[in-house]
Nanobody, 126 residues
Framework: QVQLQESGPGLVKPSQTLFLACTVSGASGPTAFYYWAWIRQPPGKGLEWMGVISYTGSTYYSPDHKSRTAIARDKSKKQFTLQLLSVTHESTAEYYC??????????????????WGKGSQDTVSS
């Protein structure tokens, strides 16, 4: 059974870069599924879809996050990653990764994903 596990720094200072990784286990790696997404939930707010990367390396981003977000994959580590540049206090959130066999742009309902991680709580604070 495929499992996803997010890992992040926990705490990052304003203006720094937030780097998160999602490790894939229980399958043949990132190529087992086709699309790998990042979603986040700020405190007291709803889920926000940030972007997705395909097994070919193609990326799609939310217009709200495109200018400061980069999603990549590392096949050797069986991971895909999220970099969020110049973070602010509004970047504080629970960050989730999800995997789907079809491209579902903008999806925040975990039931639409074939696999969903447990989340990484990351706080921006000086």
């Amino acid at each position: 059974q495929v499992q996803l596990q997010e890992s992040g720094p926990g705490l990052v200072k304003p203006s720094q870069t937030l780097f998160l990784a999602c490790t894939v286990s229980g399958a043949s790696g990132p190529t087992a599924f086709y699309y790998w997404a990042w979603i986040r939930q700020p405190p007291g707010k709803g889920l926000e879809w940030m972007g997705v990367i395909s097994y070919t390396g193609s990326t799609y981003y939310s217009p709200d996050h495109k200018s400061r977000t980069a999603i990549a994959r590392d096949k050797s580590k069986k991971q895909f990653t999220l970099q969020l540049l110049s973070v602010t206090h509004e970047s504080t959130a629970e960050y989730y990764c999800g995997a789907s066999k079809t491209l579902i742009l903008g999806a925040t309902d975990k039931n639409r994903y074939d696999c969903w991680g447990k989340g990484s709580q990351d706080t921006v604070s000086s």
